[in-house]
């Protein structure tokens, strides 16, 4: 019997002890949620304060001017590539409002905390009276190393009001994609031309001498028989030559002076 009540005192323990963890779980997940537009501003307690980013008395607004991009269009940016964008800024307050920096940076899409690579940061110092306005520049080029995939782009200007109070507008925070650029000949592409052209040399070269050889062969065989056989070679021997036509006294004379020519009377003399 006590062996039963002690079992079910310590159920009863663990129980209570669990609904007092989840108690404590949902009020650190209430105090955990904070608007997007919003930030924490932390004091001498363990408390925190809510500040707004951006206040009323100023609008922002950001245009890409290269590359353009129409409304609503999904933004890409050349790797490797210059890409520039304007930032307007208005005052509507009744005080001056003091731009301090501006920046941006690559982040990684599945958490915007992480950075991939960061821009210069702009130092500004400038004062807008009330109820004027300022257009700023800015450019950066992404590395090349990221071209053909996503990142997140966030675009931030700091600026004060006459308190001196900070504070943070988001211009862009958004996914962009970076892509490859196609323009120009890289080294694989020249490799490529080269070797088409040194095979188009190759076949001309070829080509130009099987034309000569075909030619050739048709000039030196071509002709027919009785124009080979009508064609004067000339006498390159003496057996070569017909004499039927020569009287035969002539032919007797001239074998006799062959008989008798200086050679055969020195040959003669030395025997």
Known sequence: MEFKWMLLCLSLLA???????????????????????????????????????????????????????EEKASIELPAGRLSEF????????????????????????????????????????KTIPPGSQA????????????????????????????EGKQMISKLYNDTVNIIEVEE????????????????????????QQFLYSVGKKRVGGGLPSRTRANLETGTKTSKQIDMDWVPKNVLNHLNKQKAQSPKQKRVKKTD
């Open 15 to 69: 129980v209570s002890a669990g609904v007092a963890r989840a108690e404590d779980e949902i009020d650190a997940d209430e105090e955990m949620i904070v608007s997007e537009d919003q930030g924490l501003v932390e004091t001498e307690g363990d408390e925190s304060t809510i500040e707004d980013l951006e206040p009323s008395d100023a609008d922002t607004y950001l245009l890409f001017t290269k590359p353009v991009f």
């Open 86 to 125: 304007l930032v307007g800024f208005t005052n509507k307050g009744s005080n001056d409002l003091v731009l301090e920096t501006l920046d941006a940076s690559l982040r990684y899409p599945m958490d915007f905390n992480f950075h991939i690579q960061n821009f210069t940061t702009v130092l500004l110092e």
């Open 135 to 162: 257009t700023l520049g800015y450019a950066f080029i992404p590395a090349d190393a990221f071209a053909g995939r996503p990142f997140g782009l966030s675009i931030n200007l700091a600026y004060r009001d006459y």
């Open 184 to 207: 120009g000949l890289d080294g694989e592409t020249l490799f490529l031309y080269v070797l088409m052209a040194a095979a188009c040399v190759l076949l001309l070269v070829g080509g």
